[in-house]
């Protein structure tokens, strides 16, 4: 195993592109598929484009702050709360400060997007878990540990260990019957 910092960041932003393009293919085919069918303006339909576009507009308003320069957390909490409310079955456990920077955040998403049938993601402090502990995909796992990313399923996890070793830190991964933990460790993240 190859422990580099990251993929350049030519390959980095590639890849990013991918996971975005990926994230919101469903949803706005969604949406696509419901204007299609909408005449008359049936219930049931107008749910599905409403659904749908909440969907991606909160996976894009999530991705933006954490791939933001900025270290102005002041919008964490609300934009977490706003893209766990379209994952079914999760419930958000918010016990950090107001404020809690992009990488949190960052973490928070890896965690959920690991977790197949629900649970709760607990956010306290620079830490995340979830619980019922999910199973970290190998190309995520690389990325939060610094080895060479590939496809598009790790590039989160490639920036957000990025962002740590920028900030003089690492992160941790934990994972038990309690579930999964993953930990930012260092200097001081700023609020």
């Given at each position: 195993m190859s422990h580099s910092s990251a993929p350049p960041a030519s390959d980095l932003a590639a890849l990013v592109a991918m996971r975005l393009t990926h994230d919101l293919a469903g949803p706005l085919g969604a949406v696509a598929t419901a204007i299609d069918l909408l005449d008359g303006g049936d219930t049931e339909i107008r749910e599905l484009i409403a659904d749908g576009a909440a969907t991606a507009i909160?996976?894009?308003?999530?991705?933006?702050?954490?791939?933001?320069?900025?270290?102005?957390?002041?919008?964490?909490?609300?934009?977490?709360?706003?893209?766990?409310?379209?994952?079914?079955?999760?419930?958000?456990?918010?016990?950090?400060?107001?404020?809690?920077?992009?990488?949190?955040?960052?973490?928070?998403?890896?965690?959920?997007?690991?977790?197949?049938?629900?649970?709760?993601?607990?956010?306290?402090?620079?830490?995340?878990?979830?619980?019922?502990?999910?199973?970290?995909?190998?190309?995520?796992?690389?990325?939060?540990?610094?080895?060479?990313?590939?496809?598009?399923?790790?590039?989160?996890?490639?920036?957000?260990?990025?962002?740590?070793?920028?900030?003089?830190?690492?992160?941790a991964v934990a994972s038990g019957a309690e579930g999964l933990r993953l930990t930012y460790h260092g200097r001081a993240l700023p609020r």
């Open positions: 909160a996976s894009l308003r999530l991705h933006r702050f954490i791939l933001s320069p900025t270290d102005d957390g002041s919008s964490a909490h609300g934009l977490l709360a706003a893209w766990v409310a379209q994952r079914e079955g999760v419930t958000l456990d918010w016990r950090a400060d107001p404020t809690t920077p992009a990488i949190v955040a960052g973490l928070a998403m890896t965690a959920t997007e690991a977790a197949r049938r629900g649970g709760t993601l607990t956010v306290d402090g620079d830490a995340v878990s979830f619980a019922p502990a999910p199973t970290l995909d190998p190309t995520i796992m690389a990325g939060l540990n610094g080895e060479t990313v590939t496809t598009s399923r790790g590039s989160l996890a490639a920036l957000l260990h990025a962002d740590a070793v920028r900030r003089g830190g690492a992160i």
